[in-house]
């Protein structure tokens, strides 16, 4: 039997984060930048790696991921 207050609604999100450096880089930047309006994030899944080309030569990384997080009471 389920104990009364273990049931917890959850919203997913995505979001794109950037780096020139690489793409785990570009993953922690949109964490971290999340986490500055998000509260209570749970899950980040990388859902799409991608970079930017300008002159033949990779520009940026790119990584797309969704996020959890936890609505608030």
Same mark, same amino acid.
């Given at each position: ?16 984060? &950037?780096? !020139?450096? =690489?793409?785990? *880089?570009?993953?922690?930047?949109? +964490? %971290? &930048?999340? !986490?500055? =309006?998000?509260? *209570?994030?749970?899950?980040?899944? +990388? %859902? ?26």
């Amino acid at each position: 039997m389920a104990k009364k207050g273990n049931n917890a609604v959850y919203r997913v999100t995505e979001v794109i984060g &950037t780096s !020139s450096q =690489s793409w785990e *880089d570009a993953a922690r930047s949109a +964490v %971290t &930048t999340a !986490s500055k =309006s998000l509260r *209570d994030l749970r899950i980040a899944e +990388v %859902t799409k790696f991608d970079v930017k080309i300008e002159n033949g030569k990779v520009t940026q990384f790119r990584t797309r991921l969704s996020l959890s997080f936890k609505y608030g009471a």
